[in-house]
Structures are given as C-alpha cells and as structure tokens.
C-alpha cells in the first residue's frame, strides 16, 4: 500500500474532499455528536486526508494540550498505515507531519480575534499558510450565527479551502432542523457545507451524512464508524 492508495481508498473521497466548489473553496464542515463518541477522531481523519493531499491544516485545539492534539495524529496516523510496510510509513510520516500545525486555547481565552491575530503572525511573517481549518472544542452553545459567519469571512479572507469544526449535541435537547441537524446548530445548518452525525445505534455507530453539497453519494447515506478504532469505514 501506498500513500496514494491511502488517498484514493478513504471513505472521505465520499465527501468530495479534494474537490472545488465557491471559485476554489469548499467552505465549512461540522461533526456533531454526544459528548465522548470520536468528534476530534473524525476532525483528525479529516485533517490527515488534507495533509496527505499536500495541503497545510491549521488544527485549532480549544481546551487540550498540544500533546494530547498530537497523539490524536500519531494513533490515527498510525491506524490507517497499518497496512503498509513500517519502512514505507517511516519515509512519509515526517513528509506527512510537516503539513499541520497545532495551535491551542484555553476555553476561556479562545476567541476569534485572537486566532485571527495568531494566523496573521504566521502568514506575514511566512512561517505557516494553511489551507483547511480546523477547529476542535468551540462551544457552538454560547454562540450564535453572527459568530459562525465571522468564521466564514476569516476563511475566505485567508484563502482557505476549508474549516472544518466539532460540535456537541445533547440527547435531552430534541431540537433539530429540516434535514436532521441537531441543536445547538440546527439553526445555523446552512452555513454548512456538509454536516456529519455519529448515531449509536444498537448494533453498530454510524456516520450519518446530514448534508453535504459535494458528495459522490446522496446525502442521506451513512458511513460506518468502528468505535474501537475511531476509524470511518464504508458502510
């Protein structure tokens, strides 16, 4: 197996990721689920996906360590190369590595005007050009629309393709919009350009595609989620 093979057999390709819509940028994604069912797994798929394609991720942790945002990395980096011969994954892992910078907040200090201040440093200054964004941990809860549009506005400024955020959803709050997005985002879904679920089920946890504009597949399709690996499989 090759990192080329890694590519084209994602499940990801499903999302159309890679692809171009809005003059070049994709927009924004979100993951939505209960708290501790594979949010920041899903992101790093994500994250790794883009890195593999040659882009720069900006992975924006609020509330963890740049340790612990890295391990998340190494395990799932790890798990999807297992296949490969160990020379094989030692040559591209630092190739790989090279396209993510890790970038963390306290809950209590993150704020947008203060990513952007950091992102601009980085850019001006030409250390670090991301392409995606992706932010793991922003309380969609204390937020309102205004805020994601602000997002949306840094993203097209900045000239990334896509950003990329995780969301909480909470069982006892039954509000969802018309395509099955749950609070504390259904009233925002359109800002989104695709929308993933993680749906325990009885016999498996499935990924619900609630939205996405550019999917090879329609939209109401599921992908599978192995809770033991946090990895996405095809359904």
Same mark, same amino acid.
């Given at each position: 197996?090759?990192?080329?093979?890694?590519?084209?057999?994602?499940?990801?390709?499903?999302?159309?990721?890679?692809?171009?819509?809005?003059?070049?940028?994709?927009?924004?994604?979100?993951?939505?689920?209960?708290?501790?069912?594979?949010?920041?797994?899903?992101?790093?798929?994500?994250?790794?996906?883009?890195?593999?394609?040659?882009?720069?991720?900006?992975?924006?942790?609020?509330?963890?360590?740049?340790?612990?945002?890295?391990?998340?990395?190494?395990?799932?980096?790890?798990?999807?190369?297992?296949?490969?011969?160990?020379?094989?994954?030692?040559?591209?892992?630092?190739?790989?590595?090279?396209?993510?910078?890790?970038?963390?907040?306290?809950?209590?200090?993150?704020?947008?005007?203060?990513?952007?201040?950091?992102?601009?440093?980085? =850019? @001006?200054? &030409?250390?670090?050009?991301?392409?995606?964004?992706?932010? !793991?941990?922003?309380?969609?809860?204390?937020? $309102?629309? +205004?805020?994601?549009?602000?997002?949306?506005?840094?993203?097209?400024?900045?000239?990334?393709?896509?950003?990329?955020?995780?969301?909480?959803?909470?069982?006892?709050?039954?509000?969802?919009?018309?395509?099955?997005?749950?609070?504390?985002?259904?009233?925002?879904?359109?800002?989104?350009?695709?929308?993933?679920?993680?749906?325990?089920?009885?016999?498996? =946890? @499935?990924? &619900?595609?609630?939205?996405?504009?550019?999917?090879?597949? !329609?939209?109401?399709?599921?992908?599978?989620? $192995?809770? +033991?690996?946090?990895?996405?499989?095809?359904?």
């Amino acid at each position: 197996m090759t990192k080329d093979d890694l590519i084209r057999n994602n499940p990801l390709r499903a999302l159309g990721l890679g692809d171009t819509t809005d003059n070049g940028n994709q927009g924004m994604g979100l993951v939505m689920a209960r708290a501790g069912l594979g949010k920041t797994a899903i992101l790093v798929q994500v994250a790794l996906d883009f890195m593999m394609r040659g882009e720069r991720v900006l992975h924006v942790s609020i509330g963890e360590t740049v340790d612990k945002a890295r391990s998340w990395y190494d395990d799932i980096f790890s798990l999807i190369t297992s296949d490969m011969i160990e020379s094989e994954r030692a040559e591209i892992e630092p190739e790989i590595m090279r396209n993510r910078m890790i970038m963390t907040f306290k809950e209590s200090s993150f704020s947008l005007a203060t990513l952007e201040e950091r992102l601009d440093d980085f =850019i @001006k200054q &030409d250390v670090y050009q991301p392409q995606c964004l992706i932010v !793991d941990g922003y309380d969609f809860s204390t937020s $309102d629309r +205004s805020m994601v549009e602000d997002f949306d506005t840094l993203r097209k400024k900045r000239n990334l393709s896509m950003a990329w955020f995780s969301a909480v959803s909470h069982r006892a709050d039954g509000r969802v919009s018309a395509n099955g997005v749950p609070a504390p985002c259904h009233e925002m879904e359109d800002m989104f350009g695709t929308v993933l679920f993680i749906n325990p089920e009885e016999q498996a =946890i @499935k990924l &619900d595609i609630l939205k996405c504009v550019a999917c090879e597949i !329609d939209a109401s399709s599921k992908l599978a989620f $192995d809770p +033991s690996t946090m990895l996405i499989k095809k359904s």
